[in-house]
């Protein structure tokens, strides 16, 4: 794993049938995430904000929770069971099913697209399970992590938030270059950069160069950087 905090994957559909499944929580597991949402849309699916979702039958759903159950090796691996229902057949048939999920074996439910306040306070009150949100909704009226907290929200994952920024840093970047022809200068702006020994930091690379010290010839080590000892910066 690339980071040392518990990590949340999204499995989607499960990549197959239930047999399939099992298959995919072994490699998850193996990959070391600490917990998967997976989904009851029929492949391929859909952006859960997304109009024209379908879902397979409660039943089929259920199958593939109990080949997770069985598969899991690890039981602290978090099965979280995403249900799109709400959007295809309503609040009571999506809630109904939740609790099946987690009959089945579900640790966490994933009620996707709550229309409003009441809906998430619906999910929390009839679901008979942790509950996990997707997003922050300032137009519910919930704005702040303490609010979702207060709610009872068990869990609360933010996936893009950091897709829409960076894509506009970058787009930002390119427009600058285009109009102004010339490289925008990274310490005075307009845009913000990371500087190089910043991104270093990120990506691991004085980890890497503690390696090259530690296990290749000092000739090689005097070779690459004109020194018998590996920098640490860029």
């Keep these: ?26 490699e998850y597991e193996m990959a070391g995430v600490s917990g998967f949402h997976i989904e009851d ?5 859909k952006c859960g904000f997304m109009k024209g979702k379908k879902i397979i039958s409660d039943e089929e759903m259920i199958g593939k929770i109990e080949s ?41 439910i994933f009620p996707e697209r709550p229309e409003s306040l009441a809906d998430i306070k619906g999910d929390i009150d009839e679901i008979n399970a942790p509950i996990l949100l997707n ?18 929200i068990s869990i609360l ?7 829409e920024p960076a894509y506009k840093s970058a787009y930002e970047f390119l427009l600058h270059i285009k109009k102004k022809g010339d490289y925008p200068n990274f310490l005075k702006g307009p845009i913000n950069f990371f500087t190089r020994n910043e991104f270093a930091e990120i990506v691991g690379l004085p980890r890497i160069r503690e390696y090259e010290g530690k296990f290749l010839p000092e000739d090689e080590i005097l070779k690459r950087y004109k020194s018998k000892k590996v920098p640490r910066e860029f």
């Design 1 to 26: 794993m690339a980071v040392n905090i518990p990590v949340i994957a999204d499995m989607d559909t499960g990549y197959g049938n239930a047999i399939n499944v099992m298959r995919s929580v072994q």
């Design 41 to 45: 849309q029929v492949f391929p699916k």
């Design 68 to 108: 997770c159950v069985e598969a899991r090796e690890d039981k602290n691996l978090l099965i979280i069971a995403r249900t799109d229902a709400r959007a295809v057949e309503g609040n009571d048939s999506m809630r109904k099913r939740a609790n099946k999920y987690i009959k089945a074996g579900a640790d966490v």
């Design 135 to 152: 997003g922050i909704r300032p137009r519910y009226g919930i704005e702040t992590i303490e609010e979702v907290r207060d709610l009872g």
């Design 157 to 163: 994952i933010f996936p893009g938030a950091t897709r």
